[in-house]
């Protein structure tokens, strides 16, 4: 079983090419811009966080042809499914409970009792502490754990300087910037309003809106 550590890779120049992955499936010139982009820079290979999508559909898609035309490998990155469980077991079990007290509220004669007060902000702590345990799990340890699996990409590497790019979701985009850039990786945004990536290399958190679609 993986332990969640993210160590720095040590004597290895590296960029990370970021996407989000709505720009490449919702606009129709973002393949000939990608397809621009591959045939100017030496991408060692291509890490994709798919979320809820099937891994066979993704390999018909345009972007898989696109990544296997220039021979680029691509690999799925994303939190252990040991982990997943291990944090929705305890959401569910909670999300059970508030369903039971919830039942139990509803029927209640006198919902304005102390009893049902109570009953009632019990509930309301309940749903918040399941809010949380999901927030944890979607925006600090699922990219947590997609740059831990890049990283294990790069390691074995035996070249200095690697280039790579990743598609993320919309929603860990930042977080998963940040992660990066603090491993010492130079990072750039794909900017779809232009033909190509764009060639700023962000500094500081400050500039990080400013590159939000």
Known sequence: ME?????????????????KFSNIKSKSNANVNLIEFLSKRNVKFA?????????RSFNKSSLAKILEKYRIPYYTVDIPEYAMGYLMAEILEKEDQVNDLTEEYLSMSDKKSIKGL?????????????????????????????????LDIIR????????????????????????LKDLDIEVKVYDQKKEDFAQYLIKSEEVIDQWKY
């Open 118 to 150: 109570n009953l009632k902000s019990w509930i309301e702590v309940l749903k918040d502490e399941i809010d949380d345990k999901k927030l944890i799990l979607q925006l600090k340890l699922r990219p947590e754990w997609i740059v831990k699996k890049i």
């Open 47 to 55: 890490t994709i966080n798919l979320e809820n999508e099937n891994l």
């Open 3 to 19: 332990v969640l550590e993210i160590k720095p890779v040590r004597n290895k120049e590296i960029i990370a090419y970021l996407v």
């Open 156 to 179: 074995p590497t035996k070249t200095n300087k690697i280039t790579f790019v990743h598609f993320a979701q919309d929603n860990i985009f930042n977080k998963t910037m940040t992660l």
